[in-house]
C-alpha cells in the first residue's frame, strides 16, 4: 500500500543517485565538501540497513518504563538525513526514500498488543507514532523538506500529517520545562508541527506551548552539568531560535558564553571531556558540537570557533568510519551553518578557569592544545543558585534523586581527566548503569569519582573501604566556591572549596601544576564543622595496576569499553603525607569495567574547628621507564610549624629545591579582637623547611644562593632568616571599636621575585 501512495517511484543507480564520488583526501577538500561526503556515506549505510532495523525492532521489546511506546529512533534520523540531501541535490530518489520512511513510521504501531492504548493515561487519543522527544523534530523536519517534491499523494500526505498532529498533542500531556534538553527537545518539535501544519486547529497551542518552554532555554543559564547533554541541549535550542526567527539570541551574552565556555573545555581527545552523564567521545552527543560551534564561529566570525569545529570533527573516534544517521543529522547542521571564509585558528590560553566561578565552575590545567599535551580538568561545579524553578520542578515531577540537577554527579572537586601523549591518566566515570542510577548510584556517586569522600561514623578494620562509603547514591546538596586560581612564574595553582553543612565539614582542594617539570601535587585540606566522628577516603582510579608499594601505585588506562588509548604513559599516584592513614586499592565496577580504586584514607575523631589534611602526587611517566622510588624520594613532605593547619611539598631536582606551602586554615592570622586590618605576622606565619611566610600558597625555588618564589596573600616571606618581601605599615582609621586609628599592614594579593646570588 505505501508503494501506491508514493508517487514518483523511480529507482536510480547508485552512480546517478551519489554521482561520481569516490573516496576523498580530507586534506584536499573544503570543509563543506568533506561534511557532504559523510552525510552521504551515512545516508547509503543507513538506507541498506533500515530493512534490518525494523525486523531488530519488531523482534525486542517495543515499549520503555520512560515514555511507553518506543518506537525506533534510527528512522526519523535517517529520514532527516535522506530529505537534507534532497533538498542540496534536488534528486528525486532522496525524497522518495524519505517519504517511504515517514509513511511506514506510524505503521510500526500495529506491532503493539491489542489493547495497549488503554495502559496509560497519555493515550487517550491514541498511541502518538512518535513516542520519542529526541527524535521529533528530525521526522517532521524531514516531511518539511519533502512534501513538495511529489513523492507523497494527498492521502500519504494526510497520513503523515495525522501523525504528526497526534505526536505533538501528545506532548501536552506532560509539557516538561525548564532550561536543559528536555525541554528544548520538546519546544523544538512543538515549533516544527505547527510549521509543517500551520492550519491544523492544534496549531496555535502547540507553536504557544512551545514559545512558553523555549523561554527559559532562550534566556537563562543551563541547570545541567553533563557532556553527554550539552550537545543535545545547544543544539537543538540553536535549530529552534532558527526555526522561530529569534536571531537575537546568537547576540545574547549568554549565547556567547557558552561557545567560549565549551571551546576552552576542548582536551586532547579533540573534543569535551566527559563529565557528569555522558561516556567517552559519546558519540552522536560529541558530533552536535560541530554544528553548533560552525553557526557561533559564522555568527561571531570567530577562527577559534572555527577550529573547534574542525577538530571535534576531525580527531572523533573511529575517524575514517562511516557515521551513524543520528551523526549525519548532526552534520547536516554543520553543512548549512559552515562559513568556509573563516579560517580556523588553534586557540592558545594556557592553564584557566573555564569560565568563570558562578556558572561554568571548572578549571583546566594544560601545557597546550595538540593530541599529545598534558590536560587536567577539574570540576567543582555544584546545583548553584540559578535555575530555582527549574531543579525545583524537576525533582519534584521525576525519579532525580540520584542526580545534581540536572544529569549530573557527585563530582564536586573531582579531577574527572588527566591526559598526556594521548594518554588517559585519569577518567570520569561513565553515564548511569540502569534506571535510575544502578547499583549504589552508580556511576554518579561520589566514590565513582577523582575525589575526596567523606561519612560520619568510624570504618570497623574488618570492613572494605567501598563496602563503608556505598550507599542507595542519592544526591546529597553540598556548595562549592573558588578560593583562588592563578598562573604564576613556574606553576599553575587553584584551590577550590566544598562546604558540605549535612555532614559538618569543608574540604579545599589544593591544585599545583609544575609546569617545568610537567606534574601536579594535590593537597586536600579539610575543616571540621562540627565535633563528630569521620572517615575521610581520598579516591583515584585507573584500570590497571602496574606497580605497588606502602605509599604509592602506578595506575594505567588502556582503554574504556569501544575506546583504546595510548599505552605511552602511566601515572604514579603517591601519597608523602601518610600521618595515621593507611593506603589501598580495591576492584570497583565503574565505567562499564572493572577498575581499581586506589585510596588513601582516616578514621577518626575530630572537634569542630579541627583541620585534616591528605597530599596526592600526581606524577606521568612513562611506562618504558617508571622509576617510582627515585620519584618518591625527590618529593617530600615539609614538617610544617603549624601541622594539619598548613602544608609544605619539597621537590629536589639538578641541585634545585622547589618548596610549596598552603594553609590549610586560612584564618590562622586574623586577629580575634574587631579591627582592621585584622591580618597579623605572627598569628599566621608557618614555617616550611628553610621558608617562614604567612602567605596562603608559596612556590618558591633555591638553587645556591638564588631563590624564585610566588606568594599569594601575603604580608612576608622569609628564606633563611632574610626577608624577601613585606608589606608596608598603613594608618586604618575608622575603627569598629571607636578606638583611634591604628598602623596596621594589609595584604598583597601576590608577590614574585628572582633574586640572584642572595
Keep these: 500500500m505505501a508503494k501506491r501512495q508514493i508517487a514518483g517511484l523511480r529507482l536510480v543507480g547508485f552512480l546517478t ?3 561520481m564520488v569516490g573516496p576523498m583526501s580530507h586534506t584536499s577538500l573544503a570543509q563543506k565538501t568533506l561534511y557532504l561526503e559523510k552525510i552521504r556515506e551515512s545516508a547509503e549505510k543507513g538506507w541498506k540497513e533500515y530493512p534490518g532495523w525494523i525486523e531488530q525492532w519488531k523482534k525486542s521489546a517495543k515499549t520503555s518504563v520512560l515514555w511507553g511506546y518506543d518506537a525506533p529512533g534510527a528512522p526519523p534520523y535517517l529520514a532527516a538525513v535522506l530529505g537534507f540531501l534532497y533538498e542540496e541535490t534536488r534528486n528525486r530518489e532522496y525524497a522518495r526514500r524519505a517519504a517511504e520512511i515517514l509513511l511506514n513510521y506510524g505503521r510500526l504501531r500495529s506491532e503493539l498488543p491489542k489493547g495497549y492504548e488503554n495502559t496509560r493515561a497519555e493515550y487517550k487519543e ?36 495525522r501523525d504528526v498532529a497526534g505526536s505533538a498533542d501528545f506532548i501536552f500531556h506532560f509539557p516538561e520545562w525548564g532550561a536543559h534538553n528536555r525541554a528544548i527537545l520538546r519546544a ?45 541541549w545547544l543544539l537543538s535550542l540553536y535549530s529552534y531560535a532558527e526555526a522561530s526567527g529569534n536571531t537575537e539570541f546568537f547576540d545574547s551574552p549568554i549565547t556567547h558564553y557558552y561557545l567560549d565556555y565549551y571551546l576552552r573545555l576542548i582536551g586532547p581527545q579533540g573534543t569535551i571531556p566527559e563529565f557528569g552523564d555522558s561516556r567517552w567521545n559519546s558519540g552522536w552527543e560529541s558530533l552536535r558540537f560541530v554544528p553548533v560551534f560552525e553557526r557561533g564561529a559564522a555568527v561571531r566570525k570567530d577562527p577559534e570557533l572555527k577550529w573547534a569545529a574542525k577538530t571535534i570533527f576531525e580527531r572523533r573516534p573511529r575517524s575514517s568510519a562511516i557515521l551513524s544517521v543520528s551523526e549525519g543529522y548532526s552534520l547536516s547542521e554543520a553543512y548549512r551553518w559552515c562559513d568556509e571564509t ?85 577518567h570520569d566515570g561513565d553515564y548511569r548503569s540502569d534506571l535510575p542510577s544502578g547499583p549504589y548510584g552508580a556511576w554518579r556517586q561520589d566514590y565513582f569519582h577523582n575525589r575526596l569522600v567523606t561519612r560520619l561514623n568510624k570504618r570497623d578494620p574488618r570492613q572494605t573501604v567501598l563496602e563503608f562509603v556505598r550507599n542507595s547514591g542519592a544526591y546529597r546538596t553540598v556548595r562549592t566556591q573558588k578560593v583562588d586560581f592563578l ?59 602496574l606497580e605497588k608499594g606502602d605509599d604509592y601505585v602506578v595506575l594505567a588506562t588502556d582503554s574504556v569499553p569501544g575506546f583504546h588509548f595510548s599505552q605511552d604513559q602511566a601515572l604514579i599516584v603517591y601519597f608523602p603525607e601518610t600521618y595515621g592513614k593507611s593506603a589501598g586499592s580495591e576492584q570497583i565496577n565503574r565505567s562499564r569495567q572493572t577498575e581499581w580504586a586506589v585510596y588513601q584514607t582516616q578514621s577518626s575523631h575530630y572537634k569542630a574547628g579541627d583541620t585534616e589534611v591528605f597530599v596526592t602526587v600526581l606524577y606521568p611517566v612513562s611506562r618504558r621507564s617508571i622509576d617510582a622510588k627515585k620519584i618518591r624520594s625527590s618529593i617530600n613532605v615539609v614538617r610544617s610549624s603549624k601541622p594539619y593547619r598548613a602544608v609544605g611539598v619539597e621537590i629536589r631536582e639538578d641541585g634545585t629545591v622547589t618548596t610549596l606551602g598552603v594553609k590549610i586554615d586560612l584564618e590562622m592570622d586574623l586577629a580575634r579582637e574587631n579591627i582592621r586590618p585584622r591580618y597579623l605576622y605572627d598569628l599566621g606565619r608557618v614555617q616550611y623547611g628553610e621558608f617562614e611566610t604567612d602567605a596562603d600558597f608559596l612556590c618558591a625555588t633555591a638553587s645556591g644562593k638564588s631563590v624564585k618564589y610566588s606568594a599569594s596573600n601575603v604580608l612576608r616571606v622569609i628564606h633563611k632568616g632574610k626577608t624577601l618581601m613585606e608589606a608596608l605599615p598603613n594608618t586604618h582609621g575608622l575603627q569598629l571599636d571607636g578606638t583611634s586609628e591604628r598602623i596596621g599592614f594589609a595584604k598583597w594579593r601576590l608577590w614574585e621575585d628572582d633574586i640572584l646570588d642572595q
Excluded: C
Design 17 to 19: 543517485l551519489f554521482g
Design 126 to 161: 491514541g498511541v502518538p507514532a512518535i513516542s520519542n522527544f529526541f527524535f521529533m523534530a528530525p521526522y517532521i523536519r524531514a516531511y518539511l523538506r519533502v512534501k513538495d517534491a511529489g513523492v507523497l499523494n494527498p492521502e500519504a500526505r494526510r497520513i503523515v500529517e
Design 188 to 232: 523544538e518539535a512543538l515549533l516544527y508541527a505547527a510549521l509543517a501544519i500551520p492550519d491544523h486547529p492544534n496549531a496555535g497551542k502547540w507553536r504557544k506551548m512551545a514559545n512558553v518552554i523555549a523561554r527559559d532555554n532562550l534566556h537563562s543559564w543551563e541547570i545541567e552539568d553533563a557532556t553527554g547533554y550539552h550537545g543535545v
Design 342 to 426: 573563516i579560517q580556523p585558528r588553534q586557540p592558545q590560553s594556557l592553564s584557566q578557569e573555564v569560565l568563570d566561578d558562578v556558572v561554568g565552575k571548572k578549571i583546566v590545567f594544560r601545557n597546550g592544545w595538540t593530541e599529545g599535551s598534558t590536560y587536567m580538568l577539574l570540576n567543582y561545579r555544584d546545583e548553584g543558585d540559578g535555575g530555582y524553578q527549574s531543579r525545583e520542578f524537576l525533582r519534584r515531577t521525576i525519579s532525580v534523586e540520584e542526580e545534581k540537577m540536572h544529569h549530573g554527579h557527585s563530582d564536586e572537586n573531582s579531577i574527572a581527566l588527566l591526559m598526556k601523549n594521548g594518554s588517559v591518566l585519569l
Design 487 to 545: 598562573s604564576l612564574q613556574d606553576v599553575d595553582m587553584s584551590r577550590t572549596r566544598l562546604i558540605d553543612e549535612v555532614l559538618g565539614y569543608q574540604w579545599d582542594r589544593a591544585v599545583t601544576y609544575l609546569r617545568g617539570q610537567d606534574f601536579f601535587v594535590v593537597v586536600d585540606g579539610i575543616k571540621i564543622l562540627r565535633s563528630d566522628y569521620f572517615t575521610f577516603v581520598n579516591f583515584w582510579h585507573g584500570q590497571q595496576i
